[in-house]
């Protein structure tokens, strides 16, 4: 993606976003010392070794690995793209991108989402007005016969779409480029004769909402029952269901970090628990959980709770849940279950019970190590050995999958209860049996020498390029790593100010950054007082490096055809410099 945004953009980007800001505002960071630490969220770890240097604008994992900076940093946590991380750090920085000529593909696709967002909620504006202008229409009915109010009709925007077939066509001004959109968008349908008419006609509109409140799709509910119930918006460049949770932005606007969230099934059932102030549902649009969803809620959260009917297609749905989960279960996250009882949803049952009664539901809910057992458990023997022994069959795999060490050491424990093996040492081999290679986070180590010191010194504190004289003597210099030890001073006396993860975007997507990455995290356990002299005493020995090769150069010389007079006083004066003289 280098070259399609110019450089100084993401420089500009780079400058303006500070990196601790940004982690700290998703993973709680602690200052020690220079650095600020956090338990990796890359990785499952007890003790933090995610650091993060607000001089060096970097962040490294001495467990894992991982590192980079901000835009790294989205990429790696985020799940975004190069693109959709810079689109990320404009809007926090509230600037434009300006896509360099020649990559009018990717501007144009930048500004067809920017086009999409603005017509999305011009759309969500009408779909409102036909709810507030019009009090007596059948939608706003229903929803007061559901005892939503009018708060709520406004904090969700909540709006109507009418019978008509051209409603919405009949609102904005249909240009080729505007019908394109809304059909593109599925605002739009077509009939057999071409014409258009409104997807969500004769629906109540809740309008979903991004990270950033812009309204990228729609939930739709029909009011006379017929199926499908409720539709959404298809899928589009901005509206994708499996990443999106109904409601997570209205709770991250006054929560940025949730205590706990509850994930339930329907619109309304977010709008109503909200309204009696549960303000911590979500729901995934009428769509199975899927991977998306869970690193998203984890990401927001440490505790998940998920909602179901107590039916059994409710407790199969759970179990799918669960499942998918397990591979997130790092210590310190926890899911549990909530099931209701039959033909009830968190709607009706909240009306009937109010809140506390709610609550207690959700302080009572089955964490996973029950729901886990019970479901495993359902029609086995435990009395028999062949039972025992299949329990341990399906039960290992999952417990397998949970990254977090201090959860799988206490599901073995409950494992090795049921199997009736308290030794976890044997209940061990069950696990050690068959076991896949584990993923090696160690590094292989860089050897040093003077020229990879150098320039790891450099990418780690750029301010060091101040204090070298004039390079004109190493351009000639054979010795591996020297252009790139030149170009890098170069760049920073042109820019005094460039930091680290500056310095690193710089050499994105060359053949190089794999290096770069190793050497800017590079412990060279030197007192930070003492850096500038290290430096300059390295970079020394690669002006001695050239004395040596002119001395060696004379020498031969001298032995082959004999030097003249100013050579030889040139040779003196080497010889002088290099013992010190």
Request: glycine share 4%.
């Amino acid at each position: 993606m280098i070259g399609k945004i110019p450089k100084v953009f993401i420089d500009e980007l780079l400058i303006k976003t500070n990196i601790i800001d940004l982690i700290n505002s998703r993973i709680p960071l602690k200052k020690q010392g220079q650095n600020y630490h956090a338990k990796c969220p890359f990785h499952d770890e007890k003790t933090p070794s995610f650091t993060v240097n607000d001089k060096k604008q970097f962040y490294y994992c001495f467990g894992c690995n991982s590192h980079g900076n901000v835009i790294d940093f989205l990429m790696n946590y985020e799940h975004l793209t190069f693109i959709e991380s810079i689109e990320t750090l404009s809007i926090l920085n509230r600037l434009t991108i300006p896509y360099n000529i020649g990559y009018k593909k990717n501007e144009n696709e930048f500004n067809k989402r920017n086009e999409l967002y603005c017509l999305m909620k011009t759309i969500s504006d009408i779909y409102k007005k036909n709810i507030i202008n019009n009090n007596t229409n059948e939608a706003y009915l229903y929803l007061k016969r559901r005892g939503i109010n009018e708060k709520m009709i406004n904090d969700f925007s909540i709006g109507f779409a009418p019978k008509e077939w051209n409603n919405m066509s009949n609102k904005i001004i249909l240009n080729k480029k505007n019908k394109n959109t809304l059909i593109d968008s599925g605002i739009l349908l077509l009939n057999k004769q071409g014409y258009p008419y409104d997807r969500f006609r004769g629906r109540i509109i809740f309008p979903i909402k991004d990270n950033y409140g812009r309204i990228n799709g729609f939930g739709a509910r029909n009011l006379d029952n017929k199926k499908p119930k409720y539709i959404n918006s298809p899928e589009t460049i901005i509206f994708h269901k499996s990443r999106q949770l109904y409601g997570l932005y209205e709770i991250k606007k006054k929560y940025p970090k949730p205590n706990k969230l509850l994930i339930v099934e329907g619109y309304i059932d977010v709008i109503m628990l909200t309204q009696f102030k549960i303000n911590y549902a979500v729901a995934s649009l009428g769509t199975s959980i899927t991977s998306e969803h869970i690193q998203l809620l984890f990401r927001t959260t440490n505790n998940v709770i998920y909602c179901y009917d107590g039916d059994n297609s409710g407790k199969e749905a759970a179990w799918r849940t669960l499942k998918k989960s397990l591979p997130y279960i790092q210590d310190g996250k926890s899911i549990k279950f909530i099931f209701l009882p039959q033909n009830e949803d968190p709607d009706t049952i909240i009306r009937k019970e109010g809140k506390k009664a709610f609550e207690n539901r959700i302080n009572q809910a089955t964490d996973l190590s029950k729901f886990l057992f019970s479901k495993l458990l359902k029609n086995i023997n435990l009395s028999s050995i062949e039972g025992r022994s299949y329990l341990s069959a399906i039960a290992v795999p999952l417990i397998k999958l949970i990254p977090g060490e201090t959860m799988r050491i206490y599901l073995k424990q409950i494992l090795g209860h049921k199997l009736g093996i308290p030794d976890l040492n044997q209940l061990e081999k069950l696990f050690i049996k068959n076991k896949k290679k584990i993923e090696n986070y160690s590094i292989k180590p860089i050897k040093q020498n003077r020229m990879r010191i150098l320039i790891s010194l450099l990418i780690q504190n750029p301010y060091l390029a101040e204090n070298v004289p004039s390079i004109t003597k190493l351009n000639n210099l054979k010795i591996k790593g020297i252009t790139l030890f030149l170009a890098l001073i170069k760049i920073c006396k042109k820019n005094p100010k460039l930091n680290t993860g500056q310095i690193l975007e710089i050499y994105r997507n060359t053949d190089i950054i794999s290096v770069l990455y190793k050497l800017a995290k590079w412990d060279h356990m030197i007192i930070e007082k003492e850096t500038k002299n290290v430096f300059l005493d390295l970079l020394s020995g690669l002006y001695d490096k050239i004395l040596e090769l002119r001395q060696e150069l004379l020498i031969n010389k001298e032995r082959q055809k004999g030097l003249n007079n100013a050579e030889k006083n040139e040779l003196w004066s080497i010889n002088k410099k290099l013992a010190g003289i």
